[in-house]
């Protein structure tokens, strides 16, 4: 780091993953979408595939792997530089127009032993039928910017048995489930033949799709998720399975500020909306349907947690910093927090590994006394292990801030 320059422009990476809408990110970032490209998720981080690109005292710019692995104990700081030995957290904005797909992620034992285990049978990494990216876990925690709605973790007993019971065409598995068997349930549906998930759902589709064509449907109501995934997903020679889910799961409305956290083993879809998500630096994803890529069952199955999950929404508690909110979770590799500063009032402020600060709403000044880096709304600062540096609101601010837990 040249001049011991601590505090720097950070410059994200668009996904244009075909999920995203047009128009929330771009006028976020202030870019422009005249070929209406899709703009799902915009990456803060240091993912070898996708790095962050960090904005060098003379203007020049590195990519923040490259940028962190020149002197990673100075970036990251002692503790997390041992501990980690790179950037443990992937920070992002999503704008989840269509739905994503079902999907589990590993624990770190499992995800190392079977990244290795793909590498020795010499699997591509870019191969579609790969299931691991990198050797690490992918716990999450995403905070609602939007009315924002997921699927998560299995329904407790009562609830389960309730919804099937009121879906006619789904009653067939109440035996299955016999009051608590998770794992027979949700093995029959991810393993019955192609042509008995037909039999099964189409007479399901053929009742739910036009009633929520005609609007009859509301967003509370599993009908109204499962019509839309048989419009988004579905062919006239394929139900998605992934159907069977959307009423197995938890139906989760965030309002927004409000959080929930996803730690390995538990099943979970994003449904429509736009977030902030922070997860420990991984890709790792095994997928359950309403998808068109590659699902890998016995793998799914082996790392799915068969339990009730009663979800946990999460508002936040005072942090030690004015105006400051903090998220925390079981995982040691991240901690989101919220700082909402008001104009002409600065915030002193000291970064404990390196830490990604995104303005959300406003404008502000950073400053360490021998640099200045104005941010406006959708712009990004990283600050390195160490750093004392204050942000001067010119406009009320909203700021999220990615850092790992003490």
């Not at 990456?43 to 792997?65: F, T």
């Not at 509370?220 to 992934?242: L, M, P, V, Y």
């Not at 008001?342 to 990604?356: D, Q, Y």
């Not at 995104?358 to 000044?365: L, M, S, T, W």
Request: aromatic letters at 10%.
């Amino acid at each position: 780091m040249s001049n011991n320059t601590k505090i720097f422009k950070l410059e994200g990476r668009v996904q244009h993953y075909t999920w995203g809408g047009m128009d929330f990110i771009p006028a976020l970032l202030h870019l422009t979408n005249t070929d209406k490209k899709p703009f799902a998720e915009y990456w803060m981080g240091a993912h070898d595939n996708v790095p962050s690109e960090v904005v060098l005292s003379d203007g020049s710019k590195q990519p923040l792997n490259a940028f962190i692995k020149q002197d990673a104990a100075a970036v990251l700081g002692t503790p997390v530089n041992q501990r980690f030995g790179r950037l443990p957290y992937l920070f992002k904005v999503l704008d989840v127009k269509d739905m994503l797909s079902i999907q589990v992620h590993p624990s770190k034992k499992a995800a190392e032993s079977a990244f290795a285990a793909e590498n020795m049978k010499g699997t591509p990494l870019n191969a579609s039928n790969r299931n691991y990216k990198d050797d690490n876990h992918k716990p999450e925690l995403m905070l609602a910017l939007s009315d924002f709605w997921l699927l998560h973790g299995f329904k407790a007993p009562q609830a389960l048995v309730t919804i099937l019971m009121q879906t006619p065409e789904l009653q067939f598995l109440v035996p299955v489930f016999d009051g608590k068997n998770y794992h027979a349930l949700y093995e029959l549906v991810m393993t019955m033949d192609q042509h008995e998930v037909e039999e099964h759902l189409q007479p399901l589709l053929d009742r739910i799709v036009p009633l929520y064509e005609k609007g009859f449907l509301n967003r509370s109501q599993e009908d109204f998720w499962a019509a839309r995934a048989a419009k988004t997903f579905c062919d006239a020679n394929k139900i998605d399975r992934g159907i069977f889910s959307i009423y197995l799961f938890n139906l989760v409305n965030l309002k927004p500020g409000e959080a929930i956290f996803q730690d390995a083993g538990i099943p979970h879809a994003y449904l429509e909306g736009q977030n902030m998500e922070i997860m420990a630096n991984s890709d790792n994803v095994l997928r359950g349907g309403l998808t068109n890529k590659y699902i890998d069952v016995p793998e799914l199955m082996h790392h799915t947690k068969f339990e009730p999950v009663i979800p946990n929404v999460l508002k936040g508690i005072a942090g030690t910093v004015t105006g400051e909110t903090v998220f925390p979770t079981p995982a040691a590799d991240f901690e989101l927090r919220r700082l909402e500063e008001k104009a002409g009032i600065p915030v002193s402020l000291t970064a404990a590994t390196a830490e990604i600060y995104f303005v959300y709403e406003g404008a502000v000044k950073a400053s360490d006394g021998s640099s200045e880096i104005a941010l406006g709304k959708g712009e990004t600062l990283l600050a390195t292990a160490g750093a004392m540096f204050t942000l001067q609101p010119s406009q009320n601010a909203v700021i999220f801030r990615a850092t790992v837990p003490q």
